[in-house]
């Protein structure tokens, strides 16, 4: 958008204002200011980046992280108790292939 510039306080300066809204993503903006009379242009950066408001109250994430089954535990009883079962029969079929293995029975 455009915004209107005054004259400043020495010769050759202009200032102005501008809000950037709320739904502004952080990031880098470029800022171009155009004379009206010569054309003249300014450019710069304006970076706009996260921060609370002094007397807002930070919110820490929590909860569970939905990455699909044999991620960290979820809320789900049926998918815990079946990794449970899984680790389990892998345990036991590891330990009876040593078993054999050490008998001399071959694999």
């Known amino acids: 958008g455009s915004f209107p510039l005054a004259p400043g306080a020495r010769s050759g300066d202009a200032t102005g ?3 950037v809204p ?8 470029e800022i171009v200011a155009e004379c009206a009379e010569g054309g003249r242009e300014v450019r710069g950066d304006l970076v ?5 408001r002094p007397g807002q109250e930070q919110v820490r994430p929590r909860g569970s992280v939905k990455t699909g089954v044999g ?13 449970v079962a899984a680790l389990a029969v ?7 292939l040593l ?9």
């Open 48 to 52: 706009v980046a996260l921060t609370v």
């Open 17 to 19: 204002g501008f809000r």
């Open 71 to 83: 991620g960290a535990l979820g809320r789900d009883p049926v998918q815990t108790a079946a990794g």
């Open 90 to 96: 892998a345990g036991a079929g590891g330990t009876w």
């Open 22 to 29: 709320e739904s502004a993503q952080p990031g880098t903006y």
């Open 99 to 107: 078993h054999r293995r050490a008998r001399g029975d071959g694999i």
